[in-house]
């Protein structure tokens, strides 16, 4: 297995545009998370999946963003109308289900940039 | 409100000496607790963990501490390595909560010199 793999690793957009990522987790692993880092700051959780079912979502989850895992395997993170404040780095990790192992493992990120 | 907090952003150690790295949380839920370490231009890579039933486990050179009455934990690296050089994150999960998602620290970065 090659771990958690994310495309794009950079987009650049101007605000007003809508961006899409994808993240393909291990493929063991029934568990996906997305996480938003900014300059300076720990990894903040956005949103999670149990297979194809999305669980829980952080209040940073605006309106403006939705996640899908279709068929619980890869999943997208889409931000609809970007902001300059949406500027991040945007990481996935997938995990086995907690309390059989914690550790979540993280893919490289895509860092978005929004001019 | 911050509840995994790493009150130092930078530490710098000599190389073969021990580095030691804090990490203090506010919520008593969490029961599970993590560190990761950071280079740049990659995501996060796990390096140890340790439950609360526990408080330390080793893995090498990498030793996690646990006072849960504190509510503190620390990273001992001995001997510490150049390679060492990177960003460390805590962080901190409440498996009974089922959902394990981590909370994070800001991060401490590590600057071992040769």
């Known amino acids: 297995d090659t771990g958690v793999s994310q495309n794009p690793r950079h987009k650049i957009t101007k605000r007003g545009q809508n961006v899409t990522f994808r993240c393909d987790p291990i493929?063991?692993?029934?568990?996906l998370y997305w996480y938003r880092q900014t300059l300076g700051q720990g990894p903040e959780f956005l949103t999670y999946f149990q297979n194809e079912a999305q669980l829980e979502k952080s209040r940073l989850l605006s309106d403006r963003f939705s996640a899908e895992r279709p068929k619980g395997s890869f999943s997208t993170l889409e931000i609809q109308r970007t902001e300059q404040g949406d500027s991040a780095m945007y990481l996935c990790?997938?995990?086995?289900?907690?309390?059989?192992?914690?550790?979540?493992?993280f893919g490289p990120g895509t860092r978005l940039t929004v001019t | 409100d911050q509840q995994v907090k790493q009150n130092s952003p930078s530490l710098s150690v000599q190389e073969g000496r021990i580095s030691i790295l804090n990490c203090d949380y506010t919520n008593s839920m969490f029961d599970y607790f993590l560190w990761y370490k950071k280079y740049p231009a990659e995501g996060p890579t796990f390096l140890i963990s340790i439950s609360s039933i526990k408080d330390k486990n080793e893995d090498g050179r990498f030793t996690v501490f646990l006072n849960k009455s504190a509510k503190h934990l620390s990273l001992h690296i001995v001997p510490s390595q150049p390679g060492d050089s990177a960003v460390y994150f805590c962080?901190?999960?409440?498996?009974?909560?089922?959902?394990?998602?981590?909370?994070f620290g800001q991060g401490t970065t590590l600057q071992v010199k040769p």
């Open positions: 493929s063991e692993h029934n568990r």
């Open positions: 990790a997938s995990s086995f289900a907690a309390g059989v192992l914690g550790e979540q493992y």
């Open positions: 962080a901190a999960s409440a498996l009974s909560g089922n959902t394990g998602k981590l909370i």
